[in-house]
């Protein structure tokens, strides 16, 4: 009903900057709500930023990433900076087919989930 596709993952030094990107289809954009989720290799997968009628942000991130939406191209940012070693990970986009109100950090609640972009930070 709702397919994600992520994009803008790679390589950076820590104190650079990536760009991520999640095109959504399949569902009129402004009826899912949508976040960013990370997976650290043996790790459990963890909240990093998400949209309702406020954006919110993982405690660790807050300053540092942005996340936005343009829903005439049906997609959803996450604008990291400053990124540190500890945050490589595969990076997630997820989406529930509902516009919530408030912010949802637990993963089990999305519906739908993006194939994942890796995202490393060297020292």
């Known amino acids: 009903q709702v397919q994600l596709v992520e994009s803008g993952g790679g390589l950076v030094q820590a104190g650079g900057s990536l760009r991520l990107s999640c095109v959504a289809s399949?569902?009129?954009?402004?009826?899912?709500?949508m976040g960013w989720f990370r997976q650290a290799p043996g790790k459990e997968r963890e909240f990093v930023a998400g949209?309702?009628?406020?954006?919110a942000y993982a405690d660790s991130v807050k300053g540092r990433f942005t996340i936005s939406r343009d829903n005439a191209k049906n997609t959803v940012y996450l604008q990291m900076n400053s990124l540190k070693p500890e945050e490589t990970a595969v990076y997630y986009c997820?989406?529930?087919?509902?516009?919530?109100?408030?912010?949802?950090?637990?993963?089990?609640?999305?519906?739908?989930w993006g194939q994942g972009t890796q995202v490393t930070v060297s020292s």
């Open positions: 949209s309702g009628s406020r954006s």
């Open positions: 997820a989406a529930k087919g509902l516009q919530s109100i408030v912010v949802v950090t637990t993963a089990g609640w999305y519906d739908y």
């Open positions: 399949g569902r009129t954009f402004s009826s899912v709500t």
